[in-house]
């Protein structure tokens, strides 16, 4: 079945370091990829997405390439606030055409940035 | 733009006691899918409902049912509580396109069990 693996938290950086959350995954197909935030006491907020190789999705100075060859979807920005800390959760979507797409994620990565 | 609700925010059962958790979804979404986030964890799939009928089901045992409704909203039912159903269920809404997958969900605030 498909799968997603993400780097073991938690990351604890200081402001303004470079990030990098390493994201592999396992699915037949050519599924849909995401990276979802999750702040202390929320529900998830989408941060970004890609629907094909080779695709960048990027927002609020995050970016993610759909890597195909080597199934991965890094998360990386260049430049971390304090305000960025919270969990971080890589999940895929099977694309199926007419069919469901229950989302697969991954455990998640704390991220802490300190001042 | 209302985003997705859910109710009730939080909600404390006993073991074997039954829950009924409520979701409504983004406006002009029509697919609501349900998740299960246990303390720590990654979110997991439990159903997902388009057309008032379940069209995909994750790995969890016939005591959790769902249901949707004309207006899209739809419900979560879980029977015979057990300690281990104590977690975040979380709501999501999408749009289904018309021959192929449905878009990126959005996720509401979630509903927190607590079984004892």
């Known amino acids: 079945g498909d799968s997603v693996t993400q780097m073991e938290g938690p990351v604890t950086l200081s402001e303004e370091a470079c990030l990098t959350i390493n994201c592999t995954y396992t699915a037949t197909g050519y599924p849909s990829l995401f990276w979802y935030v999750q702040y202390p006491g929320e529900g998830l907020q989408l941060l970004l997405k890609a629907t094909k190789a080779d695709d960048k999705g990027s927002n609020k100075g995050f970016e993610a390439t759909y890597r195909k060859e080597t199934t991965s979807f890094h998360l990386e920005k260049g430049s971390v606030q304090v305000s960025d800390s919270a969990v971080y959760f890589c999940a895929l979507s099977p694309r199926i055409r007419g069919g469901a797409d229950g989302l697969t994620f991954g455990k998640g990565t704390h991220l802490i940035i300190q001042p | 733009d209302a985003g997705v609700t859910q109710s009730p925010t939080h909600l404390i059962k006993t073991r074997g006691q039954q829950v009924t958790l409520r979701c409504s979804p983004k406006s002009g979404h029509d697919t609501v899918s349900w998740y299960q986030q246990a303390l720590g964890q990654g979110p997991q799939f439990i159903f997902q409902?388009?057309?008032?009928?379940?069209?995909q089901r994750g790995n969890f045992p016939d005591r959790f049912s769902g249901h949707q409704f004309p207006n899209y909203s739809s419900e979560l039912n879980v029977n015979a509580l057990l300690l281990g159903d104590s977690a975040l269920y979380l709501c999501?809404?999408?749009?289904?396109?018309?021959?192929?997958?449905?878009?990126?969900?959005?996720f509401g605030p979630g509903t927190r069990l607590t079984v004892l």
């Open positions: 409902y388009y057309e008032e009928e379940e069209r």
């Open positions: 999501a809404s999408s749009l289904a396109a018309a021959g192929y997958r449905t878009d990126t969900q959005y």
